[in-house]
Nanobody, 124 residues
Framework: VQLQACGGGLVQAGGSLRLSCTASVGNFRQYVMGWFRQAPGKEREFVAA???????RYIDSVKGRFTISRDNAKNTMHLQMNSLKPEDTAVYYC???????????????????WGQGTLVTVSS
């Protein structure tokens, strides 16, 4: 499985970005897909995830601002990020995994496949 993330960039606080992650896999719809981020000097943290049944989970700090979605026909996942804040600045990684139960969707160790990351910078 190969994951390709894109859509990062520089945006002012309050602005929006849409991240995309495309997976090269034949049974994409069976995978749980997630976004994690890592800010400079900090550990990687969970941001959002979507299951094959389209159940979603978000870290509290992005609820109401970020929306995760998936297009199984195009093997693609998106993260729409609105009302961006400087503290959202990080490298964002997409991840994929099979057989992840709902409670484990927030754990990085649940995902077996990772993309290369895309940088999001939010200026104040």
């Amino acid at each position: 499985v190969q994951l390709q993330a894109c859509g990062g960039g520089l945006v002012q606080a309050g602005g929006s970005l849409r991240l995309s992650c495309t997976a090269s896999v034949g049974n994409f719809r069976q995978y749980v897909m997630g976004w994690f981020r890592q800010a400079p000097g900090k550990e990687r943290e969970f941001v959002a995830a979507i299951s094959w049944t389209r159940d979603t989970r978000y870290i509290d700090s992005v609820k109401g601002r970020f929306t995760i979605s998936r297009d199984n026909a195009k093997n693609t996942m998106h993260l729409q990020m609105n009302s961006l804040k400087p503290e959202d600045t990080a490298v964002y990684y997409c991840a994929a995994g099979l057989g992840i139960i709902y409670s484990s969707m927030v754990r990085s160790g649940s995902y077996g496949y990772w993309g290369q990351g895309t940088l999001v910078t939010v200026s104040s």
